[in-house]
């Protein structure tokens, strides 16, 4: 994969990120369907999140996006956009190292 194609990947999970944070706000501007629709987007929150970031990144996210768009009072938290500054940010990933091994044939 060459690095525009990584570039593009990581900004097209930034956007959908903010647009899935955007859409677990909408419960604050429709009263009264508020806590119904976090009972149904709490689970599709969590179940995208962890197809967007694979591994135990992933699996933390969706407990974190559960949890957060269940409990009251925490909706507010951007959890989608948060794990992506914690994916292409905050985490280092740790450089590939190559090791080459050699023959000594000059003697």
Do not use: C
């Amino acid at each position: 994969m060459t690095k525009h194609n990584k570039n593009t990947g990581k900004y097209k999970k930034l956007f959908l990120g903010l647009l899935f944070d955007a859409v677990g706000y909408l419960s604050f501007i429709i009263p009264g369907v508020g806590e119904f629709s976090d009972v149904i987007w709490a689970p599709a929150s969590a179940w995208l999140i962890s197809r967007m970031y694979k591994g135990q990144t992933g699996k933390i996210a969706a407990v974190v996006s559960l949890v957060e768009e269940l409990a009251p009072g925490f909706d507010v938290v951007p959890t989608f956009t948060l794990t992506w500054l914690y994916t292409y940010v905050i985490k280092k990933e740790d450089p590939e190292i190559i090791e080459v091994e050699t023959t000594d044939e000059l003697n």
